[in-house]
């Protein structure tokens, strides 16, 4: 299954009103650490829900087949199945994704040898491996560079061991479960990063055999097996998708009906949202959000339940066409305010003052040409151009569907004004 290129695309964007309804996909971030933990067995694992569309996930895909690996996807279903073991050594030439450190320590847990490639993905500040490189080292294994790849090798097989992480990381606490799953004894991970997509990820590995208990902020304990088995798993929600659309409809006074919400993913966030004038009404999973006068905000990002720093740049454009001043600070990665000079390029006005982003909303954002810096600051300015004057071209448009599955037939079928080309 070849990854589909996109690279060279641009996407246009005129002013819209978003109105309609759609399905919520499975959530990306969830998804891909599934296809890693995949890795941990030769049954096959059957993973509704998913996101097939997602170019992240196709080049997941691409890379599980390049190991060994058999993946047949139909109907947001993926079917991944192995008939001969699988390799070592992940030979990639192509677009390489921060996941990579998962599949490294998957392949060191099963096989006590690993080899891939360094990891690639969003450059979001300081972003390197070494909590990864400590986890591992901690299990008893060995990490080095060479030249362009990432190797790791447990002669005898990965140890249980406590891991003491200095923060709260998603990767590294998705990593040492991963990891533990497989190691000779009991794992504990302390300080660990709680979010919806790491109870996905245990939830999997639960079906698959593996012991795991959660005790919340504190800890995970991990009792080491000889072997997982496969299962049948459904990919919850994708909560940042659904943000996205929650600010679009505000923003652009529109009219949307979300299917497979995660209003339980959401609190902190929603909270925020209400506060800032948004009319939002619910049915079971189904949630309707209707745009009204938007009011500032002021946020800061934290560990779940508190507001993801993928979400910032969203929280950033509804600032923008807010009247008054909105505040953002990103505790999780200092800086992250590059998409700002982008949307500054439109006429939104701002200034950044040590870690502080303030937000002069109110402005009049007229269409220019901008560059997608990553997926959040990409679906930020896509965002920014429905409510713009004229026409926005984004450059690098490609890294918003590294994040948005199906996202060109749901524009479309919420009446957006957008077009790849």
């Given at each position: 299954?070849?990854?589909?290129?996109?690279?060279?695309?641009c996407?246009?964007?005129?002013?819209?009103?978003l109105?309609?309804?759609?399905?919520?996909?499975?959530a990306?971030?969830?998804?891909?650490r599934?296809?890693?933990?995949?890795?941990?067995t030769?049954?096959?694992?059957?993973?509704?829900?998913?996101?097939?569309?997602?170019?992240?996930?196709?080049?997941?895909?691409?890379?599980?087949?390049?190991?060994?690996k058999?993946?047949?996807?139909?109907?947001?279903?993926?079917?991944?199945?192995?008939?001969?073991?699988?390799?070592c050594a992940l030979?990639?030439?192509?677009?390489?994704?921060?996941?990579?450190?998962?599949?490294?320590?998957?392949?060191?847990?099963?096989?006590?040898?690993?080899?891939?490639?360094?990891?690639?993905?969003?450059?979001?500040?300081e972003?390197k491996y070494?909590?990864?490189?400590?986890?591992?080292e901690?299990?008893?294994?060995?990490?080095?560079?060479d030249?362009?790849?990432?190797?790791?090798e447990?002669?005898?097989?990965?140890?249980?061991?406590?891991?003491?992480?200095?923060?709260r990381?998603?990767?590294?606490?998705?990593?040492?479960?991963?990891?533990?799953?497989?190691?000779?004894?009991?794992?504990?991970?302390?300080?660990?990063?709680?979010?919806?997509?790491?109870?996905?990820?245990?939830?999997?590995l639960?079906?698959?055999?593996?012991?795991?208990?959660?005790?919340?902020?504190?800890?995970?304990?991990?009792?080491?097996?000889?072997?997982?088995?496969?299962?049948?798993?459904r990919?919850?929600?994708?909560?940042?998708?659904?943000?996205?659309?929650?600010?679009?409809?505000?923003?652009?006074?529109?009219d949307?009906?979300?299917?497979?919400?995660?209003?339980?993913?959401?609190?902190?966030?929603?909270?925020?949202?209400?506060?800032?004038?948004?009319?939002?009404?619910?049915?079971?999973?189904?949630?309707?959000?209707r745009?009204?006068?938007?009011?500032?905000?002021?946020?800061?990002?934290?560990?779940?339940?508190?507001?993801?720093?993928?979400?910032?740049?969203?929280?950033?454009?509804?600032?923008?066409?807010a009247?008054?001043?909105s505040?953002?600070?990103?505790?999780?990665?200092?800086?992250?305010?590059?998409?700002?000079?982008?949307?500054?390029?439109?006429?939104?006005?701002?200034?950044?003052?040590?870690?502080?982003?303030?937000?002069?909303?109110?402005?009049?954002?007229?269409g220019?040409?901008?560059?997608?810096?990553?997926?959040?600051?990409?679906?930020?300015?896509?965002l920014?151009?429905?409510?713009?004057?004229?026409?926005?071209?984004?450059?690098?448009?490609?890294?918003?569907?590294?994040?948005?599955?199906?996202?060109?037939?749901?524009?479309?079928?919420?009446g957006?004004?957008?077009?790849?080309?």
């Open positions: 299954m070849a990854p589909i290129d996109t690279r060279n695309f996407l246009r964007v005129s002013r819209s009103r109105v309609g309804e759609l399905n919520i996909s499975g990306k971030n969830s998804a891909l599934l296809l890693a933990a995949s890795l941990l030769g049954e096959d694992l059957v993973i509704e829900n998913y996101p097939d569309q997602l170019l992240d996930a196709q080049v997941h895909v691409a890379m599980l087949e390049a190991l060994g058999t993946c047949t996807v139909s109907e947001n279903t993926i079917r991944i199945s192995e008939n001969a073991g699988i390799k030979e990639w030439d192509g677009r390489s994704i921060r996941n990579t450190l998962l599949i490294l320590g998957a392949l060191c847990a099963r096989l006590n040898h690993g080899a891939v490639p360094l990891p690639g993905g969003c450059k979001l500040g972003r070494d909590l990864h490189v400590m986890l591992l901690a299990l008893g294994a060995t990490v080095r560079e030249g362009d790849m990432l190797v790791a447990a002669v005898n097989g990965l140890r249980g061991a406590d891991i003491h992480l200095p923060l990381s998603t990767g590294a606490t998705e990593n040492s479960i991963i990891c533990g799953c497989l190691a000779k004894g009991t794992t504990r991970v302390w300080n660990p990063h709680i979010r919806p997509e790491i109870l996905d990820l245990i939830a999997m639960r079906k698959m055999g593996a012991i795991i208990e959660v005790r919340g902020q504190e800890s995970i304990i991990i009792e080491g097996c000889g072997g997982l088995h496969g299962c049948m798993h990919v919850i929600p994708d909560n940042i998708e659904a943000i996205t659309w929650l600010v679009g409809a505000m923003i652009t006074k529109g949307v009906t979300m299917h497979n919400f995660p209003f339980e993913h959401l609190e902190i966030p929603l909270i925020h949202l209400r506060e800032s004038g948004m009319e939002l009404y619910r049915c079971g999973d189904t949630a309707i959000v745009g009204s006068r938007i009011y500032p905000v002021e946020i800061s990002t934290g560990p779940y339940p508190g507001i993801n720093s993928d979400m910032q740049p969203i929280f950033a454009v509804l600032g923008a066409c009247k008054g001043q505040k953002i600070v990103d505790l999780r990665f200092p800086g992250r305010y590059g998409y700002a000079d982008e949307l500054a390029k439109m006429g939104a006005r701002h200034h950044v003052s040590e870690n502080l982003l303030c937000i002069d909303g109110g402005a009049t954002l007229h220019a040409e901008v560059n997608a810096l990553d997926l959040r600051a990409g679906a930020a300015l896509m920014a151009g429905m409510t713009a004057d004229g026409e926005t071209i984004i450059r690098n448009a490609w890294q918003i569907e590294r994040g948005y599955c199906g996202l060109s037939h749901k524009l479309t079928a919420l957006g004004n957008v077009e790849f080309v």
